[in-house]
């Protein structure tokens, strides 16, 4: 399957967490179709349709569904969340992929924020 084209302030990818990832992946594989990638402990790839963003399932006791958007300069995203009523939950972190960070909205809702190839 292709990667999706990463479309500036759009969607590019998803994570999905809970405390056990054989039955969210098996859920996930039965109920969608999408191809379970386990990439090490606690943590496998999701591939959805093409076109689509791909995402990961995540081990983890909280549970929830995190999505992350791509953002020109992560640096002048993370300074607006923080001027808009927002806050900087996870700083700037390389993961040998991509470089990205965590904010909440001013409802406390928790979002991923990943630098765009080529970006500052």
Request: avoid cysteine.
């Amino acid at each position: 399957m292709a990667s999706p084209t990463h479309v500036i302030n759009g969607l590019s990818h998803f994570d999905i967490a809970g405390p056990e990832l054989a039955p969210l992946g098996a859920f996930y594989q039965a109920v969608l179709g999408w191809t379970l990638l386990p990439r090490g402990p606690g943590y496998a790839q999701l591939l959805t349709p093409e076109g689509s963003a791909n995402g990961a399932l995540v081990e983890s006791e909280q549970r929830g569904i995190t999505i992350g958007l791509v953002v020109p300069d992560l640096a002048a995203a993370l300074r607006q969340a923080e001027a808009h009523q927002g806050a900087v939950v996870m700083p700037v972190t390389d993961n040998g992929w991509v470089q990205k960070a965590q904010v909440s909205d001013p409802a406390g809702n928790v979002v991923t924020l990943i630098q765009a190839a080529g970006g500052s």
